[in-house]
Antibody, heavy 122, light 111 residues
C-alpha cells in the first residue's frame, strides 16, 4: 500500500533552517509528483511547492521563493523540504502529499504523509 | 486572506443534506475544472474526497458530490452522518506562479 512517512517534530530558533524528510513506499517513486503543504495551528492549508522525483524539477509558491528547497533521493525514495530563515509564522504542520495520477501533473493530493510539526520559538 | 472563499461553518442534523460553497475567480475555479475537495478530521492529514469538480476517488462514499457554476464550486453531503463532522477544504488550479490555491476551510458540525 502507498505510504508516505515523514520525519519527526522539530523545534527551531528564529533564523534557523529545518529539513523534513518524506519517505515513499508502495509505488514507483519516480512516477508521481510530490507536493508540500503546510497548516499553521488552527489555520487552513497552504501550498508550498512541487517536485518531480523523476527529473528533479521543482516549482515553488511565490511566497516561499528563496527560502524553500525541495530535493529527492531516488536511492531511498525520499523527498526533502528545507525551509530557511525561519520565523515564528512558520510554526506549522508540514505535509508531503503524492498526486493522484502517474506521470501527469494533476494537483490532486491522494496520499498524504502524517505531518511534521515545526515549532519556531526563541 | 485565503484565495478561495468558503463559509467558516455549516451544520446539519443526521440524515440531512448540506452544501459547502467555494468561490474563486475566472483565474481559478471559473476557468478550469481542476477543483478538488478535502476532508480533515482533527489531528489528521486531509483526505481527497472530490477531484475534477465532481469525481470521487475509489472508496469515497457516493453521499459526497461536487459541482460547479461559474466561479463557485460546491460540495454536497447527503444523508449526514456523525463521522462527516470535520473540516472541509476546497482547492483549485490557478493560472499563476502559485498554481494551487485552497479555501479557508469550513467546519461541518453534525448536530
Amino acid at each position: 500500500q502507498v505510504q508516505l512517512v515523514q520525519s519527526g517534530a522539530e523545534v527551531k530558533k528564529p533564523g534557523a533552517s529545518v529539513k523534513i524528510s518524506c519517505k515513499a513506499s508502495g509505488y514507483t517513486f519516480t512516477s508521481y509528483y510530490i507536493h508540500w503543504v503546510r497548516q499553521a495551528p488552527g489555520q487552513g492549508l497552504e501550498w508550498m511547492g512541487i517536485i518531480n522525483p523523476s527529473v528533479d524539477s521543482k516549482s515553488y509558491a511565490q511566497k516561499f521563493q528563496g527560502r524553500v528547497t525541495m530535493t529527492r533521493d531516488t536511492s531511498t525514495s525520499t523527498v526533502y523540504m528545507e525551509l530557511s530563515s525561519l520565523r515564528s509564522e512558520d510554526t506549522a504542520v508540514y505535509f508531503c502529499a503524492r498526486e493522484r495520477t502517474a506521470t501527469t501533473q494533476d494537483y490532486y493530493f491522494e496520499y498524504w504523509g502524517q505531518g511534521t510539526l515545526v515549532t519556531v520559538s526563541s | 486572506q485565503s484565495a478561495l472563499t468558503q463559509p467558516a461553518s455549516v451544520s446539519g442534523s443526521p440524515g440531512q443534506s448540506i452544501t459547502i460553497s467555494c468561490t474563486g475567480t475566472s483565474s481559478d475555479v471559473g476557468g478550469y475544472n481542476y477543483v478538488s475537495w478535502y476532508q480533515q478530521h482533527p489531528g489528521k492529514a486531509p483526505k481527497l474526497m472530490i477531484y475534477d469538480v465532481s469525481n470521487r476517488p475509489s472508496g469515497v462514499s457516493n453521499r459526497f458530490s461536487g459541482s460547479k457554476s461559474g466561479n463557485t464550486a460546491s460540495l454536497t453531503i447527503s444523508g449526514l452522518q456523525a463521522e462527516d463532522e470535520a473540516d472541509y477544504y476546497c482547492s483549485s488550479y490557478r493560472s499563476s506562479s502559485t498554481p494551487v490555491v485552497f479555501g479557508g476551510g469550513t467546519k461541518l458540525t453534525v448536530l
